[in-house]
């Protein structure tokens, strides 16, 4: 019946969530939360060819990062970093990138990385939500560190991008915002990124930020166009300027601004040695 086709599709969607940022697949919000759209996002997930990476049993530096708050802090404290933020409904992750050379896509090319050392990155994502983290095999690291619920098009994302010579926090224009904050973006399906606040401050345990306001148009493939908001926090590592960059369609931030800015000011990142890890793919 319907509703069983509806069913399977729903268990479609779900187990191949995460890889549905990497193949710039329609969303659900663009199709709509009717019967013909979750066949089609099951139907397009389905016939897309998934990234090695994503489906090969690895073993790396993430495997078995603990996920919950006494874990996280324990760990943590061993690195002699201090915990992230308790908040209700919030959940922990940290993980590890650039613990491996970038994968190669085509055989000769490689993903240049905007940082150059291993980073040991953290926030707070809303629990529930998807989490994406970066996968090793003999081809090296693919993915990013993510959180998502990709069914209402709320997201949480790693980004890395160099900053230009001499610039620092203090004198980076709202055009390299620009650029930062939709580095993260499929390029055909966003226009108009506007930064509408940047507020400079050092936080609590002396790091350096920059807490950005942003709004976007997002263009379905549908033809139609929704509006999104979001908020981001940024910091410096080195000659990089690292971040989480959040954001939800305008309906749902009034509903989300306050995990969503929790998020953005839990974020950390930290230049650091690259760990020991066995390869057993």
Not at 75 to 83: E, H, R, S
Not at 132 to 151: C, D, S
Not at 163 to 168: A, D, F, R, S
Not at 199 to 208: F, I, L, M, N, Q
């Amino acid at each position: 019946g319907s509703s069983r086709d509806i069913m399977r599709a729903a268990a479609v969607v779900a187990l191949f969530a995460p890889l549905a940022g990497a193949l710039q697949l329609p969303s659900a919000g663009d199709l709509g939360l009717t019967r013909r759209g979750v066949l089609a996002r099951a139907a397009a997930l389905i016939a897309a060819p998934a990234p090695f990476a994503a489906l090969a049993d690895v073993r790396g530096v993430n495997e078995n990062m603990p996920r919950d708050a006494k874990g996280t802090a324990k760990f943590l404290a061993a690195q002699g970093l201090p915990p992230l933020p308790i908040v209700n409904g919030l959940s922990p992750l940290v993980q590890y990138i650039g613990a491996a050379p970038p994968a190669n896509i085509d055989g000769s090319k490689t993903k240049d990385r905007a940082f150059k050392s291993t980073l040991l990155v953290k926030f707070l994502y809303p629990s529930g939500w998807l989490v994406e983290t970066p996968t090793i095999t003999e081809n090296g690291e693919a993915g990013k560190i993510a959180a998502n619920n990709y069914l209402k098009g709320d997201f949480a994302d790693f980004v890395a991008v160099r900053m230009p010579p001499g610039k620092t926090l203090d004198n980076v224009d709202k055009e390299f915002y620009k650029g930062f904050l939709s580095s993260q973006m499929t390029s055909d399906v966003f226009e108009d990124v506007k930064v509408k606040k940047v507020k400079r401050s050092t936080a609590a345990d002396g790091v350096e930020i920059a807490s950005i306001d942003f709004g976007y148009t997002l263009l379905t493939r549908a033809g139609f166009t929704v509006d999104r908001k979001g908020v981001a926090s940024v910091h410096l590592v080195g000659d990089t300027m690292v971040g989480l960059v959040t954001g939800t369609t305008e309906q749902r931030f009034k509903s989300l601004e306050a995990d969503l800015r929790a998020c953005a000011d839990s974020f950390r990142a930290y230049a650091v040695k690259t760990p020991e890890f066995d390869f057993l793919a």
